[in-house]
């Protein structure tokens, strides 16, 4: 059962525009997401994090934002760059003192020149 | 400041035999854990550990998985008799001990490619 689903496998983005990435949640115990970059036959790299306290937290250039009534959030890259293509990750935890991370799929971020 | 160091990044084992990975940790942090990546799926939790202790190794299958991280030395995650079912990215992540903050931020190493013929 997936409990962190991002349901776009793949995104397209020319360089310069907007990036949206999504994620949608079914546990409700989540309380602290994060998102993670990935390129090829390396780790994830840390990006950006919000608790679910907050429904926005920024960055430079990337913003994520909360949804919790719908279990959602998304992060949004402005401006896109093609230095930005790579695999993107949400990853959640459940509760105060929890250190199980539950990732998503991934999506892959391509961004054209 | 060197970040999480595995390796190594790839191994190629043959059925049956075992596999040992191993991870150490960023300077300063004391807390490791290992995630496993199935092809075209996110990383999955399987162990937790803090020096000389496994904290939770819930994710971990109940058979021939081991992990261990010693006083001295990096954290091994052994696998033995390994199947190709095996076959996968591991990854290790660590974080600095718990300042009081709800949730710490895991950082990764490079991962360990794992084939298994």
């Given at each position: 059962d997936q409990q962190v689903k991002q349901n776009s496998p793949s995104l397209s983005v020319q360089e310069g525009r907007i990036s949206i990435l999504n994620c949608d949640y079914?546990?409700?115990?989540?309380?602290y997401f994060l998102w993670y970059k990935k390129y090829p036959a390396e780790g994830p790299t840390f990006l950006i994090s919000i608790s679910s306290i907050k429904d926005k937290n920024e960055d430079g250039r990337f913003t994520v934002f909360l949804n919790k009534s719908a279990k959602h959030l998304s992060l949004h890259i402005v401006?896109?760059?093609?230095?930005?293509s790579a695999v993107y990750f949400c990853a959640a935890y459940s509760g105060?003192?929890?250190y199980q991370l539950t990732f998503g799929k991934g999506t892959k971020l391509s961004v054209i020149p | 400041n060197a970040g999480v160091m595995q390796n190594p990044r790839h191994l190629v084992r043959r059925r049956g035999q075992e596999a040992r990975l191993r991870c150490s940790p960023m300077k300063g942090h004391s807390h490791v854990y290992w995630y496993r990546q199935l092809p075209e799926e996110g990383l999955k939790f399987m162990v937790y550990l803090q020096k000389e202790n496994?904290?939770?190794?819930?994710?971990?299958?109940?058979?021939r998985f081991s992990a261990e991280f010693p006083k001295e030395g990096p954290s091994i995650l052994r696998i033995q008799?390994?199947?190709?079912?095996?076959?996968a990215a591991y990854f290790c992540a660590s974080s600095p001990p718990?300042?009081?903050?709800?949730q710490e931020t895991q950082y990764f190493g490079p991962g360990t490619r794992l084939l298994v013929l």
């Open positions: 079914t546990n409700s115990m989540f309380d401006p896109s760059q093609p230095g930005d105060a003192g929890s | 496994i904290i939770d190794e819930s994710g971990m299958p109940k058979e008799q390994v199947v190709r079912g095996d076959s718990s300042r009081g903050l709800p």
